[in-house]
């Protein structure tokens, strides 16, 4: 189950907002679904995301839009001309990460780093 960006970016605003985010990630549980929460930017929201039990995150923390053949080395063989999926690929992290980083393989030149 998805969070939106929304979420995350008003739960470090808002008391309302973290506790819809815990509520998603409750749910998710329950139905036996994972969550995956979109538009993490930094330490602060990852940390807050982990104490609500997310599994998992996308956005400019994990990695910046980029070409398919930066991604090609962080995701293996996961990632080819006759293997590309249509919208992500799931990559594990290092024991202590988070369960999963997803990335979104892109053909258009990356976005500057934030300043």
């Not at 470090?12 to 998710?28: F, K, N």
């Amino acid at each position: 189950m998805k969070i939106d960006r929304a979420f995350v970016l008003e739960m470090m605003a808002r008391d309302d907002a973290r506790a819809l985010v815990r509520t998603i990630v409750e749910m998710a549980r329950t139905l036996g679904m994972e969550t995956i929460a979109e538009g993490v930017e930094d330490s602060a929201q990852l940390e807050v995301l982990r104490e609500a039990g997310c599994d998992a995150i996308q956005g400019y923390l994990v990695a910046w839009p980029m070409p398919l053949a930066q991604l090609r080395p962080l995701t293996g063989d996961l990632v080819g001309p006759a293997r590309l999926p249509p919208r992500r690929v799931s990559c594990p992290l290092p024991p202590g990460g988070l369960a999963r980083r997803t990335l979104t393989p892109v053909e258009t030149p990356p976005l500057p780093p934030p300043r």
